[in-house]
């Protein structure tokens, strides 16, 4: 079966760290795009950061609120892709989805079923 | 950034009846390879996103036909024929024109 499944969320202090996972099946992550987009409670969706396909050069892109604290990596091996936050803010707060442009380029097909983080004292 | 700006934001509609969700742009979406990178995806409540449509009109694999999208340029619409009770939900148009990518502020759907 196609699908993505993020783990790792959970409870940090302002200033802490913590590192998704995003375990792919069916498919090779390292062969499509893949992205994170997170939503506060209660609010919508927002874009977090996108890592290109290998063949597309594999390079990073994050937006303006997490861009020099949140980076994103991939481990080929397990198939798994890792977005790392430090120095968290409690408005980093939300659930986290990894999404994959599988089958429709330009758009993102598959999506996981998301993961709580909360910054909180 | 490119501004996605979607009307209405909440959408009371009846059963069996069409609905529709307009979206624009602050800026063209045309990429430069010539597509138009504009997509729609719903949210039913407590679940994670799914894509409808891509590339303004395209229909994702398993969508029913009813859902239908059009547009060029910077003005975009999704259009259900007739709802149906399992459409209740969040739509979200998004674009990939060009990172950042952004979400319109989503439309609530209610019967």
């Known amino acids: 079966e196609v699908q993505v499944v993020e783990s790792g969320g959970g409870l940090v202090k302002p200033g802490e760290s913590l590192r998704l996972s995003c375990a792919a099946s069916?498919?090779?992550?390292?062969?499509?795009?893949m992205g994170w987009v997170r939503q506060a409670p209660g609010k919508g969706l927002e874009w977090v950061g996108r890592?290109?396909?290998?063949?597309?050069?594999?390079?990073?892109d994050f937006t303006a609120p997490v861009k020099g604290r949140f980076t994103i990596s991939r481990d080929e091996s397990t198939n798994t892709l890792f977005l790392q936050m430090n120095s968290l803010k409690t408005e980093d707060t939300a659930v986290y989805y990894c999404?994959?442009?599988?089958?429709?380029?330009?758009?993102?097909?598959?999506w996981g079923q998301g993961t709580m983080v909360t910054v909180s004292s | 950034d490119i501004v996605m700006t979607q009307t209405p934001l909440s959408s009371p509609v009846t059963l069996g009846q069409p609905a529709s969700i307009s979206c624009r742009s602050s800026q063209s979406l045309v990429h430069s390879d010539g597509n138009t990178y504009l997509s729609w995806l719903q949210q039913r409540p407590g679940q994670p996103p799914r894509l409808l449509i891509y590339k303004i009109s395209n229909r994702f694999s398993g969508v029913p036909d009813r859902f239908s999208g059009s547009g060029a340029g910077t003005d975009f619409t999704l259009k259900i024929s007739r709802v149906e009770a399992e459409d209740v939900g969040v739509y979200y148009c998004?674009?990939?024109?060009?990172?950042?990518?952004?979400f319109g502020q989503g439309t609530k759907l209610e019967i």
């Open positions: 890592i290109k396909s290998k063949p597309s050069g594999g390079t990073t």
């Open positions: 999404a994959t442009s599988r089958t429709t380029a330009g758009a993102f097909d598959i």
């Open positions: 069916g498919f090779t992550s390292s062969d499509v795009w």
């Open positions: 998004m674009h990939a024109t060009q990172f950042p990518y952004t």
